[in-house]
């Protein structure tokens, strides 16, 4: 068989060149194609030139350092103390040298490593952003529960509670300022002679006035008093009045100022006294009377004074030296206020003697329902109160209404501390003008130094 292309046999019969295909026929595989420089058509030669200069040589570069090529240098710690370096590097509490060393050492100890994964891990379960200002109530709270799991064989009263709780925020307050902080620049403001008056002193000057004025209740106990009796040796009906602004002015002259910042655990040794001896009395101490000066208190009432002066006087401490401070918790408040309006008549009554306020309007008996103004008190330790107008004995009625006050917890009591003016004092009002006034006027001349 021959293919499409054989022109005979492929052995036999006479063979032609390598592009020949026989006689008379065209060859079966083209010639090879001449070269383009043996062409007629090439391009000429470009013009003879100058030699290209040979190129220059450049300085061989240095080898570049490769990281895994430096040598690691020894960490100046053994194993073992970087080792027990790993919680307080997972802390963020170790210095600049150890964490760098720490570090270094874990990119070379894979044990190491692994534990410090762990512990930085754990570390982000324990730690949450939060404020660092403790929750004033948090004491409050703590207490409670513990002492509902297991209540105190001798509880605290409940009348003595808010000076225990007030006394307790001034400690730590006075805990977490510095030394040079005692010396800070505070004004004892108070309202007297139908004015706002001041007095300048500073911290350690705030808490020898506390430590001067609860005095009088350690001495009404029998507990040490450091301030002492009053210098008069007169009988006590001719004494002059020798309450706490008297009492702290003669503490003031004996106390050295070198000696004033020493005395927050004297304040706090008095007040745990004064505590843990009304919590052991029992119920007959609290109405024991407790001298004021030119007027006497119950020591129940008197220990309630006694707290909300600390938490006023705890405020000006924390003006003073930049440090927030939250009002009494609800029912330490409401219990202040109502000591407030409690004493409102009888503090009308002796303005009325000293001329500072108009004549009662009726002539009420003992016990007989007269005029009366309503105190609707707003926010936390609110209520509402009915003040006697017309002398201490009426009866507070609400069919004698003649006027009402509507103010906020906290403005009313600034108001009674005398660092508020009644004409400063944002109130609701309505009714008697005359009688509000009176009143407004009455509760800022509660206050004292």
């Known amino acids: 068989m021959t293919g499409p292309l054989d022109g005979g046999d492929l052995d036999g019969g006479d063979r032609g060149g390598a592009g020949d295909g026989g006689a008379g026929r065209p060859p079966r595989v083209p010639g090879p194609r001449p070269a383009a420089d043996d062409s007629a058509h090439r391009a000429p030669d470009p013009p003879p030139g100058p030699p290209p ?17 430096r040598p690691r240098e020894a960490s100046p710690l053994p194993h073992a103390t970087l080792r ?51 929750d004033p109530l948090l004491r409050s709270r703590v207490l409670e529960n513990c002492l509902g799991r297991r209540p105190a064989r001798i509880p605290v009263p409940g009348w ?20 040079s902080e005692w010396r800070a620049p505070v004004r004892l403001r108070w309202f007297a002679g139908g004015r706002q008056v001041d007095r300048p002193t500073n911290v350690a000057g705030v808490i020898s006035h506390l430590l001067a004025a609860d005095g009088l209740v350690a001495a009404a106990l029998g507990l040490d008093d450091p301030v002492g009796p009053p210098p008069d040796a007169r009988s006590p009906g001719t004494r002059p009045p020798y309450g706490p602004t008297e009492r702290t ?3 003031w002259r004996v106390l050295e100022d070198e000696d004033r910042g020493c005395l927050r655990d004297p304040w706090r040794d008095q007040a745990h006294a004064l505590v843990r001896t009304v919590s052991f009395a029992g119920r007959g101490v ?30 000006d401490i924390a003006s003073a030296v930049h440090y927030p401070y939250d009002p009494p918790s609800g029912a330490h408040l409401h219990d202040m206020i109502d000591l407030a309006v409690r004493l409102l008549p009888a503090t009308l ?37 009915y003040v006697a107008l017309d002398s201490p004995a009426a009866r507070a009625c609400p069919d004698r209404e003649v006027a009402l006050v509507a103010l906020d917890g906290v403005e009313f009591c600034q ?3 005398g660092h508020v003016t009644p004409e400063e004092a944002a109130v609701g009002q309505a009714g008697d003008r005359e009688a509000i006034r009176e009143v407004l006027y009455a509760a800022a001349s509660l206050s004292r130094m």
Request: aromatic share 6%; hydrophobic share 40%; with cysteine.
């Open 349 to 385: 009554a002796g303005r009325r003697r000293a001329g500072l306020a108009g004549p009662a309007r009726t002539l009420v008996e003992a016990g007989a329902p007269g005029r009366s103004l309503r105190l609707e008190v707003e926010g936390a330790g609110g209520g509402h109160w």
């Open 53 to 69: 200069e040979p190129p220059r040589k450049q300085p061989p570069e240095p080898p570049r350092e490769q990281p895994w090529e």
């Open 160 to 179: 003595a509670a808010p000076y225990d709780a007030e006394t307790a925020r001034l400690d730590a307050l006075l805990r977490d300022i510095g030394r």
């Open 84 to 134: 027990s370096l790993l919680g307080a590097w997972a802390l963020a509490a170790c210095s600049a040298e150890e964490t760098a060393a720490v570090e270094a050492h874990l990119t070379e100890c894979a044990p190491c490593a692994d534990e410090a994964l762990r512990l930085r891990d754990a570390v982000g379960l324990l730690h949450h952003e939060r404020d660092l200002d403790l």
């Open 249 to 251: 002015e003669a503490f």
């Open 286 to 315: 609290a109405d024991l009377s407790v001298p004021y000066g030119s007027f006497s208190l119950p020591l129940r009432d008197a220990l309630l004074d006694r707290a909300f002066e600390c938490w006023v006087h705890a405020e």
């Open 415 to 417: 108001l009674v501390a």
